[in-house]
């Protein structure tokens, strides 16, 4: 158990419509990470927060996209007006407590665009 | 920026042989290396990590990893492979002392046969 729930597990819809995933990590950690990975590929940095800020973006994050995490403890990520380019394994992690930069991943939220 | 180089997308391996994952990253502060695995319908779970000190980082079950600094290299090897070892092997940076932002690699699919 890594500690990193997400929700839901798998998402399919059809293009055009938006979409809102789910991470919730352990409490008592600070750091919480946005990936993206598609199929054959490596995770891609999509943003991160330290508490409720969002501290970086990466410039894969389009304007459809944004990230919340209201409370410093749960956060979403929403995309709007999906596209099939879109399609692909959300990932969300916590950081360990030491900040080496190790990091626990959940196991993912699958979206599939039609 | 930071970036890592996986030179093999698949490594078919009979098992009980050898095995070395090749992986060369770019970076031009000090870092922090990375191999992750993740094995079929599950999510990423941290294999090793180098952070400082020993250049040469073992994880419990059998793989090891040693980092050169002057061939800015982290290969991965594994003296005897399983079949339980069949899975997808991703190098991953982070600058230290930063956001802790992983950049990975894009993968090496270990394929042990019997």
């Known amino acids: 158990d890594t500690g990193v729930s997400q929700d839901p597990r798998h998402k399919i819809t059809k293009r055009g419509q938006n979409v809102t995933f789910r991470c919730d990590p352990i409490?008592?950690?600070?750091?919480l990470y946005w990936y993206r990975q598609t199929l054959g590929q490596g995770p891609e940095f999509l943003t991160y927060f330290q508490n409720e800020a969002q501290l970086e973006k990466s410039r894969l994050l389009s304007d459809r996209f944004s990230a919340e995490r209201p409370k410093g403890s749960f956060s979403t990520l929403e995309i709007q007006r999906t596209e099939q380019g879109d399609s692909a394994m959300y990932l969300c992690?916590?950081?360990?407590?030491?900040?080496?930069?190790?990091?626990?991943f959940g196991e993912g939220s699958r979206l599939t665009v039609l | 920026a930071q970036s890592v180089t996986q030179l093999d997308s698949q490594v078919p391996v009979f098992e009980e042989a050898p095995v070395e994952l090749r992986c060369n990253y770019s970076?031009?502060?000090?870092?922090?290396l990375f191999w992750y695995v993740q094995y079929p319908n599950q999510g990423l779970q941290l294999l090793l990590k180098y952070l400082s000190g020993s250049t040469l980082v073992e994880s419990i079950n059998g793989f090891e990893a040693e980092f050169n600094k002057s061939q800015t290299s982290f290969h991965l090897r594994k003296p005897s492979v399983h079949i339980s070892d069949t899975a997808e092997y991703f190098c991953?940076?982070?600058?230290?002392?930063?956001?802790?932002?992983?950049?990975f690699g894009g993968g090496t699919r270990l394929m042990v046969k019997p």
């Open positions: 991953a940076v982070s600058e230290s002392g930063a956001g802790n932002m992983l950049t």
């Open positions: 992690a916590r950081e360990d407590r030491d900040n080496t930069g190790e990091l626990f």
């Open positions: 409490s008592e950690h600070n750091r």
């Open positions: 970076s031009s502060v000090s870092v922090y």
